[in-house]
């Protein structure tokens, strides 16, 4: 008999985080569900465990070493391994962002969060990671992380930020690096571009659902050994740097 694919995803209480968890738990995964708030991660698997998928719950707060470290060691105590992590957990940081008022302090934030954040877990889930036999790890990218959109005439890339864009720019280049770092391994890396969806990260201003938002996780969370590794993806295929 195969071995349950075991998966975290980070930020999984709501949202594309939770769609995510949702569509992997959908495919026989075991899936753990990672949020900061033990309530409402409690709600989250328990929503996912009446709709028949196999989760649990991970207390983690991806700003936090120790929080990372206890939620590593839980992962090795429940499963032993993993075989897809997908770095989900994210945030804007607030609005206006404009260059020539913002806060120092939102910008420390924002990179805090949506890059360092990135960077602990993995590296605290790479020693599971490693015990895989196909291990897949997903960073919730934005296209508005893209310079070459960001510097097209006419794009659509949101309102000015010069917090939360840049960070997502960040990330991007992040996941290259880790790319090459990992190539005669068999992780494959990714980032990938949800679209704009409708969560309380934009007050749901955005025009797709948060389950359109997951597919492109979820398809890169599936990928055949053969794969892409330190690319970034949307539906419609890569988006450029």
Request: hydrophobic share 40%; charged share 20%.
């Amino acid at each position: 008999m195969n071995e349950q694919t075991i998966a975290l995803v980070t930020g999984a209480n709501k949202g594309i985080g939770y769609e995510i968890a949702a569509g992997l738990g959908a495919l026989g995964w075991r899936v753990g569900v990672a949020a900061r708030n033990e309530e409402r991660c409690e709600v989250a698997v328990a929503k996912l465990r009446a709709a028949g998928v196999d989760a649990f719950g991970v207390l983690l707060d991806v700003t936090d070493d120790a929080s990372v470290t206890a939620a590593a060691e839980l992962l090795d105590d429940e499963a032993g391994r993993l075989d897809v992590l997908v770095n989900n957990a994210g945030i804007t940081g607030g609005m206006p962002q404009t260059p020539t008022t913002v806060d120092p302090a939102t910008v420390r934030a924002a990179v805090e969060t949506n890059v360092i954040g990135v960077i602990r877990v993995t590296n605290a889930m790479l020693p599971l990671l490693r015990r895989s036999a196909s291990p897949r790890i997903v960073n919730m990218s934005s296209s508005v992380g893209s310079l070459t959109r960001q510097t097209t005439p006419g794009a659509e890339t949101g309102p000015i930020s010069v917090a939360y864009s840049p960070s997502k720019t960040f990330l991007n280049a992040v996941t290259v690096q880790y790319a090459k770092e990992l190539s005669d391994t068999n992780i494959l890396i990714n980032a990938a571009c949800p679209g704009y969806c409708a969560t309380d990260l934009n007050g749901f201003r955005g025009v797709r659902t948060p389950e359109q938002g997951a597919a492109t996780a979820i398809r890169l969370a599936t990928l055949p050994d053969d794969g892409p590794t330190g690319g970034f993806f949307e539906d419609a295929g890569e988006v450029p740097w």
